[in-house]
């Protein structure tokens, strides 16, 4: 790997199941972050994690849970899935000067 | 609150240059990031400035003021791969990201 990917690409969902979007990076950076960009609206930050261990709420949390066991992986569950999180989630890290790089991007469609 | 503003779009000729600007209302300023994206693909890196004036990469350029709170991105020798939406973002006091919408930059020939 060089970077940052993410899985899977896309996906449509029933409404109420439970989803997991992978996110793995192999820049050793400490931070890492999960968006969801919606036309018009831009990237908003739904959690993020300045290091293994800890997480936080960003500006759309509700809906969403995330964990950071490990520097590499920060996954982004949905545990009871609805139609308002038809979404583009973007994954990214930062380095130290705070320059974030995303990850490809899964087109999530909750039906 | 905090807020970015930049143009929803913009229209250029290939072969000209282009200003997309960017004026933002944060709590604090530690830098400001400016982002390429591609339709259906993940935004890049293309600029940081964290003091005044201009920094220069090409055929980009990006200009900040931070006592006018406002920046710019300037596209020289338009070229039709340029055409993309462009995203301003500052980061806060707690260095966190501020994204603007984004501008859609379309080029003609």
């Known amino acids: 790997i060089a970077g940052i990917t993410q899985a899977p690409t896309s996906q449509i969902l029933a409404a109420g199941r439970r989803m997991t979007l992978r996110c793995t990076q192999d820049?050793?950076?400490?931070?890492m972050y999960w968006y969801r960009q919606d036309l018009g609206l831009g990237l908003r930050l739904i959690h993020y994690?300045?290091?293994?261990?800890?997480?936080g709420k960003g500006e759309v949390p509700d809906g969403y849970s995330v964990s950071r066991a490990n520097t590499d992986d920060f996954p982004l569950t949905l545990a009871s899935a609805v139609p308002s999180q038809t979404s583009v989630y973007f994954c990214?890290?930062?380095?130290?000067?705070?320059?974030?790089?995303f990850g490809p991007g899964t087109r999530l469609t909750v039906l | 609150g905090q807020n970015i503003d930049q143009p929803t779009e913009m229209t250029a000729t290939e072969g000209a240059i282009v200003q997309i600007n960017c004026t933002y209302q944060?709590?604090?300023?530690?830098?400001l990031f400016w982002y390429q994206q591609h339709a259906g693909e993940a935004p890049t890196f293309l600029s940081y400035?964290?003091l005044d004036g201009l920094e220069e990469k090409g055929r980009f350029s990006s200009f900040l003021s931070r006592s006018k709170g406002y920046s710019y991105l300037l596209l020289k020798e338009l070229q039709m791969k340029d055409s993309a939406s462009y995203l301003c973002?500052?980061?806060?006091?707690?260095?966190?990201?501020?994204w603007g919408a984004g501008t859609k930059l379309i080029i003609k020939p």
């Open positions: 990214a890290s930062s380095n130290r000067t705070g320059c974030q790089f």
């Open positions: 820049m050793r950076h400490n931070a």
């Open positions: 994690s300045n290091t293994a261990g800890t997480t």
């Open positions: 944060t709590s604090g300023f530690n830098g």
């Open positions: 400035n964290v």
């Open positions: 973002a500052v980061m806060d006091s707690n260095y966190q990201l501020i």
